[in-house]
């Protein structure tokens, strides 16, 4: 039987965290057209491959598990778009809940519009107390995304979706290429942004992309998660991300020109470090 959507979930060494997103998955009303639930295994070393071998799913849900054995989850969302029997796939991570309703408010994007990638609202949901420091401006940082209250088309650069809470037709990879492996989460590595990387190439390539605010996810946030230390160590990986997404493939050696720049500084450092012949004392024989 075809099916018309596949919600792939890529994950790596998050068994604890996959328990609770699997459990919340149960809730998903079904939408009109069938779908199938595709995990994508990115070199899993804990338990998570025994926790989707051995969980009950819901009657009449089509579930299966591809391995990428490449670590990235760049790598993981190209397997994916390789992997889905559906045109049209949508993603969610492994530390998310979303709305009973999230599927069925893309399916009413889908068929409103027949975009070529979609976007909707990521909302925070902390999991132990919330830190009386952390203002609600900082929850943009911690994963929240609102973009417009209305359903309505992305345009501009600085609207892109968030990797937590997208979607597209994977046939928009033939005219632009995959996720960039250079960029997105590897391991206990999280550079990052390799959905807004996406996002420009659909943009540029002139994709049709839209917003709607009613597919809700709740990003899961870990107790010890929000401390201080985070968003500096956050915008040190952004930064790191953006040099690495503007640079491309391009060479990570200084340019030509610098060189001669480079070595200039260094010359009357050198040129003092010589020994000076006519300063030491003389020994006579």
Same mark, same amino acid.
């Given at each position: 039987?075809?099916?018309?959507?596949?919600?792939?979930?890529?994950?790596?060494?998050h068994a604890h965290r996959l328990q609770c997103t699997?459990?919340?998955?149960?809730?998903?009303?079904?939408?009109?057209?069938?779908?199938?639930?595709?995990?994508?295994?990115?070199?899993?070393?804990?338990?998570?491959?025994?926790?989707?071998?051995?969980?009950?799913?819901?009657?009449?849900?089509?579930?299966?598990?591809?391995?990428? !054995?490449?670590? %990235?989850?760049?790598? @993981?969302?190209? =397997?994916? #778009?390789?992997?889905? +029997?559906? &045109?049209?796939?949508?993603?969610?991570?492994?530390?998310?809940? !979303?709305?009973? %309703?999230?599927?069925? @408010?893309?399916? =009413?994007? #889908?068929?409103?519009? +027949?975009? &070529?990638?979609?976007?909707?609202?990521?909302?925070?949901?902390?999991?132990?107390?919330?830190?009386?420091?952390?203002?609600?401006?900082?929850?943009?940082?911690?994963?929240?995304?609102?973009?417009?209250?209305?359903?309505?088309?992305?345009?501009?650069?600085?609207?892109?979706?968030?990797?937590?809470?997208?979607?597209?037709?994977?046939?928009?990879?033939?005219?632009?290429?995959?996720?960039?492996?250079?960029?997105?989460?590897?391991?206990?590595?999280?550079?990052?942004?390799?959905?807004?990387?996406?996002?420009?190439?659909?943009?540029?390539?002139?994709?049709?992309?839209?917003?709607?605010?009613?597919?809700?996810?709740?990003?899961?946030?870990?107790?010890?998660?929000?401390?201080?230390?985070?968003?500096?160590?956050?915008?040190?990986?952004?930064?790191?991300?953006?040099?690495?997404?503007?640079?491309?493939?391009?060479?990570?050696?200084?340019?030509?020109?610098?060189?001669?720049?480079?070595?200039?500084?260094?010359?009357?450092?050198?040129?003092?470090?010589?020994?000076?012949?006519?300063?030491?004392?003389?020994?006579?024989?």
């Open positions: 039987m075809s099916v018309a959507y596949t919600v792939a979930l890529c994950t790596h060494n699997l459990v919340d998955l149960r809730a998903l009303r079904q939408p009109a057209k069938p779908w199938e639930l595709l995990f994508i295994d990115n070199g899993c070393t804990d338990g998570t491959v025994a926790l989707l071998a051995g969980h009950e799913w819901p009657k009449g849900w089509r579930v299966r598990v591809a391995h990428e !054995p490449k670590l %990235g989850l760049s790598n @993981a969302r190209s =397997r994916a #778009i390789h992997e889905a +029997a559906a &045109d049209y796939l949508i993603f969610i991570d492994d530390d998310e809940t !979303p709305d009973s %309703g999230w599927l069925c @408010a893309y399916e =009413r994007l #889908i068929d409103a519009h +027949a975009p &070529d990638a979609f976007g909707s609202r990521i909302e925070v949901l902390f999991e132990g107390d919330r830190p009386a420091w952390l203002k609600d401006d900082l929850l943009g940082f911690l994963g929240q995304l609102r973009r417009s209250a209305e359903v309505v088309p992305l345009l501009e650069e600085s609207t892109s979706f968030y990797g937590g809470n997208f979607g597209l037709r994977g046939a928009v990879c033939e005219r632009i290429g995959w996720f960039d492996a250079m960029l997105g989460r590897k391991g206990a590595d999280y550079p990052g942004g390799e959905e807004v990387d996406f996002y420009q190439r659909l943009l540029d390539a002139g994709f049709r992309l839209w917003w709607t605010p009613e597919a809700v996810i709740h990003h899961r946030i870990e107790t010890e998660r929000p401390n201080r230390r985070y968003f500096p160590d956050l915008h040190y990986r952004q930064g790191r991300t953006e040099g690495l997404r503007r640079r491309g493939s391009a060479s990570r050696l200084p340019p030509a020109y610098l060189i001669p720049q480079l070595a200039a500084p260094s010359k009357p450092s050198c040129r003092s470090r010589r020994p000076r012949a006519a300063t030491l004392p003389y020994a006579g024989r």
